[in-house]
């Protein structure tokens, strides 16, 4: 099947922009590929969410974002195109496989799937129920809500040992329980969390139960040698925190490749699946050791083979993917702004590009240094395009400092974000501007958005180093663009304590809806259709 749609055609599509996915992009796109990157969340991967990266060779220590970034860079230097989206299924049809996605179909001779893998969720009492009110999976994101608390930790491998370290700088003191006797990582990551003053190790530890009212008060485990029982009750209405890292398991997006009994995909010494075009490279593949440097290896690896998978259905069909010219970005607009890097200049050009209206943008600004610093960045953004203004007003409103995104005539659009859109936030408030000026990102057709009849406000809490926010703020946008009756207000929790408070937040992204309901964790805009039903009058 050849598509009608040759601009969506491409040599190879990339699901998963982690480093795997970044390295192999990196190859093909060089190599002269039309490569597209598909990711659903956030670019860069799970080791953004790490703060110091230490053992990449050639760099002596750098962090996750920073280390990505430039890979990302180095992609789209060599003319790889991104998009922002969920793979939500891939078609084999010999020669052009079909890749289905929440914003529409995409297809290429061959797929690479470099989709890594999620935190495994262990199945004590309590562990649902007080997701985002205790229970986290994410030291980086949730970390800082334990500051002087008490902190339980799960596990006994690498990641247990390092956040655990990690998240003294909050905790009043840190309990690892873990099932074996020893730790299972490096030594010299395992001393460091031993060593630690705050730390306190427990070995042949399972936790079976937490609970407590809207926080945690109470927690049971067992030694599982001896049968003694551990509890442990907060004091004085205090609550503490419970971080699980329990491991990995792998995000498979197609099920006819072949797996291994705990569902990672078995592949070739090139990464090839047991289906000819499909190649696996990263976490996501049966292999010793997950970690960046072998991520990467497994990259090009898989983009070498992939290239020749290409280059044969090339002569075979007769048709070469055409790679468009990379979006490139002027040096008088490189200086006009030093808040923005080239990366994100590209980013916002594109956009800018392709808006169908103009927007207004109106900044409520109090006397915090938090405003002036919204000031300057809305001012920095106006001043790139004739496509945006820019009105101030001074206000005390509690919600401020805002920036509200309007239509031309000033009416606004359901779309505000309130603190400074930066961090992990700014992809997010960029695709915010792109579907409040329309066209915006392509919805798909199954998704039955009248089904939303009610007013709906939802107030997305969102902390910017998150990675896990951007997708649920990105999908509540996109709906509060799409439906009058919809709003979407996304809060920088940092800036707003009282909101934490107000709803018991101890997790992000947290939504609230009508003041009423909430919910934690990442949601693409399917879920959150599929919540917002439910939950709706
Ligand atoms: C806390 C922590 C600390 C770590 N520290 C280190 C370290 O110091 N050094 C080191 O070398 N390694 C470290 N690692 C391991 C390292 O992060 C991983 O080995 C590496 O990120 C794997 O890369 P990957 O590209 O295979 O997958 P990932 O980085 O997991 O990337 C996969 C990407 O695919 C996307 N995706 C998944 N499903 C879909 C879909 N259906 N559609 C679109 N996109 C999808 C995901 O959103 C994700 O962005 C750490 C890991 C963690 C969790």
Redesign the pocket.
Known sequence: MIPERLDHLYDVIV???????LTAAIYLARARYRVLV?????F????T??TE????PGIASTS?TELTATMRQQAESFGAEFLL????DVIDDHPVKTVKTSRGERYAFGILL????HPRRIGFQGEQEFQGHGVAYCATCDGEFFTGKEVFVVGGG??AA??SVFLTKYASHVTILMRKDKFTCAAAVAEAALSHEKITVLPHMQLDEVSGDTTLHYLRAHNIETGEVLEHRSKDGDTFGVFVFAGYEP?V?VDFVEQDEQGYIITDQNQQTNIPGIYA????CVKPL??????VGDGALAANALERYAAAIQSETGIYPKKPEPQKVSKTQEQESDLFSTEMLAQLQTVFSRMEQPLHLIAGLDERPVSSELHQYMKALCALTDNLTLEIQNTTDEDAPYVKICKSDGNWTGLAFHGVPGGHEFTSFVLGLYNAAGPGQELDPQLDLETLHETLHMKILVSLSCTMCPELVTAAQRLAAELPNVTADVYDLNHFPQLRERYSVMSVPCLVLNDTHTTFGKKNIRQLLEWLQAHQN
């Open positions: 699901v998963g922009a982690g480093p795997a996915g598909i990711e659903k969340e956030h860069g991967g799970q080791i969410i790490t990266v230490v053992n990449y996750g989206a969920e793979v939500e470099a989709t890594g893998a690498y990641a390092e956040e995000e997006v490279a990263g976490d996501v997950r970690q960046v440097v072998t991520a």
